[in-house]
């Protein structure tokens, strides 16, 4: 697990923060959390009872918390936390925000007016939506995630590898199906009622978080509600902070996250891709003896040969230049990748150069941890 930076140290991490959002936000350390997953209020606008054909009243969101005297108050409630979200944003740092029709199109705009710059909008379809129990509209089958880096240049998380590795070897789309809670998950407070109307699946943060942090990395929740955030990140090895005005919400937080287990170290670490790994030079290889100078290499299949010099070049039939020139040379091509082309020969057996590049990054990473 990555080792906490000073910003780190002198965070509340772990914690669950009482009050309003913009000023715990606000007293939190400029430049310091990875992170921010947000489930902002949606400002349903909803007009009175919901009933079932059965004339069982639904058990919809009508929460003081959800309730905004106009749109133009919305609006300025949303900037204001964005706002606040994005000044402890670290500059590579990146926010989810989620919502439905009610909202997510005007923090959409919001989220661009602040400076974000749009990376995704995630469409999370329930596999298990509420039905239209009127038979007026469609059925709402579906929220949209909006993730945005703090800004356009922000080297921001994203593990592809993972990712793919997660959709059977295939690029993850932005389409993602999980049920809403129901069953087990769906928590209840002491009457037996939901214990949050909008209480997001463990599998939706369990994506995002895989997705878009490391192990160590510092999540920020701003409207946390019943702890989805802390209780995944704390599973996944992330440090997590939530702010949360509502006591009952906070007491259901913290009990659920006590019961939280942490996965074994190896069991959080992702698949990571070779671009985002240190770079290592061949050069390297030959300074540390793994490759020495002379020695010979030949390419994957065989037909084309080229020995080792001693300022990490490569010298072949009449070409000299790096393990990709060279390679490309031969196979008359515009570029190739010298790492997977050429091999090296150990007791009779052909080998991968990539083999010894892949050796040193796992001593800079046993380094660093």
């Given amino acids: 697990m990555a080792r906490p930076t000073p910003e780190a140290s002198a965070l509340p991490l772990d914690t669950i923060l009482s009050g309003d959002c913009v000023a715990a936000m606000d007293a939190l350390p400029a430049d310091s959390v990875d992170l ?16 079932r054909p059965d004339n069982s009243t639904v058990d919809a969101v009508d929460d003081a918390w959800d309730q905004f005297d106009s749109f133009a108050a919305y609006d300025a409630f949303t900037r204001d936390w964005l706002r606040a979200a994005r000044r402890v944003l670290k500059p590579d740092g990146a926010i989810w925000v989620i919502g439905s029709y009610h909202n997510v199109f005007r923090v959409g705009a919001a989220i661009q007016d602040a400076g974000y710059w749009l990376l995704n909008d995630v469409v999370w379809r329930k596999s298990n939506p509420m039905p239209n129990f009127r038979g007026k509209r469609l059925t709402n089958a579906h929220e949209t995630l909006i993730w945005a880096s703090k800004a356009e240049g922000s080297k921001y998380t994203f593990n592809y590898e993972a990712m793919k590795a997660l959709n059977e070897g295939i690029q993850m789309r932005s389409d993602w199906t999980f049920p809403i809670c129901t069953g087990h998950e769906r928590l209840k407070n002491a009457r037996g009622e939901k214990a949050h109307p909008t209480q997001k699946p463990e599998a939706l943060l369990h994506r995002v978080l895989v997705a878009t942090t490391n192990p160590g990395d510092v999540v920020l929740d701003p409207f946390f509600g019943s702890g989805t955030t802390g209780a995944v990140a704390k599973m996944l090895g992330r440090r997590w902070i939530g702010i949360e005005r509502e006591a009952e919400y906070r007491d259901i937080a913290e ?23 240190p770079r290592v030079p061949f050069g390297t290889l030959v300074e540390r003896g793994m490759l020495r100078p002379g020695e010979e290499l030949l390419s994957g299949n065989g037909r084309h040969r080229a020995k080792v010099r001693a300022d990490g070049t490569l010298s072949g039939e009449g070409i000299k230049g790096s393990i990709h020139q060279v390679g490309a040379a031969y196979e008359n091509a515009p570029s190739c990748n010298g790492w997977t082309y050429w091999h090296f020969k150990r007791e009779g057996k052909r080998v991968c150069i990539d083999t010894l590049r892949q050796q040193i990054r796992d001593e800079m990473g046993d380094a660093l941890n």
């Fill in 36 to 51: 921010i997953f947000a489930d902002p209020p949606y400002n349903l606008q909803l007009k009175g009872d919901l009933y």
């Fill in 255 to 277: 009990a659920r996250i006590a019961d939280a287990r942490p996965y074994e170290k190896a069991a959080i670490e992702t698949t990571t891709s070779k671009r985002s790994a």
